[in-house]
């Protein structure tokens, strides 16, 4: 082709991406999103999730989603302080007695307090002036890999061996971000560790069909494949598999992030294949007598992101914009996402009253995710299928209007 007719055809295909993607959350709203969050989240699995969707949201540069993870700076400066995600690390390390080898103590969940864990590393990386952090991180890692009760996989739960898949979420990325801040053999160490726990953790909780089990062995088991359960199962496997990915150590990690990689997809197309028309999943997601859940199906639809970002498939886009829609339309006037499971039960649906934390939490991770997405597109770094989401991403966005969407769209890339 001749350059000029080239880059003519460079700019239609750009356009062609450009129009593929909606305009997000507006700026308003995941204001209040995310200050409902920070009202809300008091147990200690809601505030790891807090933080890591504060992270990936608000303060990029210092997500395991980014080149410039590892290692993070010493010194933040004003524009990128984390200073939301440092005060759950403080609140957390200034109320734990000494005597708690965990992060939070008398849990009863092992995996819940590690999901902090990743925000005190940070903390004791940019404030050398207290070694409490890393007093507390040492002892919090010293707990799961040689206290708590375990058959090979480490249990959820502290007074018995049982496994949740909530665990992939909270135990994994700790240990992997732990393990990328050494050196040498410690950090192999602990990067094979994450991995290892995955990968027996998958061993019994998934089923042929490639969905997740919630919780296996123990007193009391729950064998369906709940929604939120997956959810926590592909993004604690995405964030292990890119903390290998930038760690220093990457090159050693081909096989183990490959398969990785073929985990994730696993649950994230066996699980789309039961969307509803109007984009939810249900709270048990092959079970069509239950309810819609509109929580899992913002954690799914962020790594179903994440994921396009990562291998250049972006075959389960429209699943995700589609969700992204349910999303949107659940999220209530005062920023509460409505529709969602009782993150405490399980199997019913959240009281009126009563919200969900984690909920709040899936949100800003979908945003952060759909925003890196976005930026991807328009750097030409991800081609979207031609067949892809202008379809059913306009649908719902009512104000996606030709001249104004671009320049929209174009606001979704980061200003920090
Ligand atoms: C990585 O961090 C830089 C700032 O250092 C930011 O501009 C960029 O958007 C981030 N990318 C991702 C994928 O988080
Ligand atoms: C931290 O960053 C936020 C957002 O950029 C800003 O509003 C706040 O003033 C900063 N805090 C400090 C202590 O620099
Ligand atoms: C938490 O913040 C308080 C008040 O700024 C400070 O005195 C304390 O040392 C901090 N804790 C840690 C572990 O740095
Ligand atoms: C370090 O932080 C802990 C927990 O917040 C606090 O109890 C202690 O006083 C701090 N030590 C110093 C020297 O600031
Ligand atoms: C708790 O541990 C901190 C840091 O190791 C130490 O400074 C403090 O004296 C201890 N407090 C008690 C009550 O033992
Ligand atoms: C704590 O931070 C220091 C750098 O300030 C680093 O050398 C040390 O390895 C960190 N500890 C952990 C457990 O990450
Ligand atoms: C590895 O961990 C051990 C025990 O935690 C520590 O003594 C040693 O200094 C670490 N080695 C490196 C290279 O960080
Ligand atoms: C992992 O990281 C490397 C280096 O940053 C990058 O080239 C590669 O595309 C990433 N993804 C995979 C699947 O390895
Ligand atoms: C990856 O998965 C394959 C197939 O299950 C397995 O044979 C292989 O050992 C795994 N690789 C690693 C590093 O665990
Ligand atoms: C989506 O469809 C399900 C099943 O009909 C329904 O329960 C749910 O309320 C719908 N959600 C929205 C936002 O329309
Ligand atoms: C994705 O595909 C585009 C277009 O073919 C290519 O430029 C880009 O390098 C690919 N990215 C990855 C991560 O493979
Ligand atoms: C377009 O995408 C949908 C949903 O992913 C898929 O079912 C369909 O086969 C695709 N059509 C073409 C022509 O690629």
């Known amino acids: ?217 123990g007193s009391w088991e729950d064998t369906t494949h709940w929604a939120t359960g997956n959810g926590w199962a592909a993004a604690g496997m995405l964030r292990v598999l890119e903390t290998l990915n930038h760690s220093s150590m990457t090159t050693d990690f081909a096989d183990q992030t490959a398969n990785l990689t073929q985990w994730i997809q696993e649950i994230l197309s066996s699980s789309w294949q039961y969307q509803l028309e109007n984009g939810t999943l249900l709270n048990t997601i092959d079970d069509s007598n239950s309810f819609a859940d509109s929580s899992g199906t913002a954690l799914l639809a962020s790594v179903t992101y994440r994921m396009a970002v990562f291998t250049n498939d972006t075959s389960l886009i429209p699943n995700a914009d589609k969700a992204f829609q349910l999303v949107e339309s659940n999220i209530d006037g005062d920023g509460w996402l409505r529709d969602t499971v009782d993150p405490e039960t399980f199997d019913s649906p959240s009281a009126a009253d009563s919200p969900s934390p984690e909920g709040q939490a899936f949100v800003l991770l979908l945003q952060a995710a759909y925003s890196d997405y976005a930026e991807a597109v328009i750097s030409g770094q991800v081609l979207p299928s031609s067949n892809s989401s202008a379809s059913s991403g306009s649908e719902g966005s009512g104000d996606d209007d030709d001249d104004g969407s671009i320049l929209r769209r174009c606001r979704l890339v980061r200003s920090h």
Not at 173 to 178: G, S
Not at 192 to 216: F, M, P
């Open 1 to 217: 082709m001749a350059p000029v007719l080239y880059s003519i055809a460079l700019v239609l295909s750009s356009l062609e991406a450009l129009s593929s993607l909606h305009a997000g959350l507006d700026s308003s709203v995941i204001e209040q999103v995310r200050s409902n969050l920070i009202a809300i989240a008091s147990q200690s699995w809601e505030l790891g999730t807090a933080a890591e969707a504060l992270t990936e949201l608000d303060w990029p540069a210092l997500s395991v989603f980014n080149a410039s993870a590892f290692p993070p700076p010493h010194v933040l400066n004003s524009a990128n302080n984390a200073s939301d995600v440092l005060k759950i690390a403080n609140d957390t390390v200034s109320a734990k007695p000494n005597d708690s080898l965990a992060l939070v103590a008398n849990d009863g969940a092992v995996g819940d307090p590690a999901s902090i864990g990743v925000a005190v590393l940070l903390a004791n990386w940019t404030d050398s002036s207290n070694t409490s952090y890393a007093i507390a991180a040492g002892e919090q890692l010293d707990y799961l890999l040689n206290v708590a009760p375990r058959t090979g996989a480490i249990s959820q739960r502290s007074d018995e061996v049982q496994l949740w898949a909530d665990f992939i979420y909270m135990a994994p990325p700790f240990i992997a971000y732990y393990g990328a801040l050494q050196a040498g053999d410690n950090e192999s160490y602990l990067l094979q560790t994450a991995y290892k726990q995955i990968s027996l953790y998958r061993d019994v909780l998934r089923d042929d069909d490639g969905l997740w089990r919630h919780v296996a062995l």
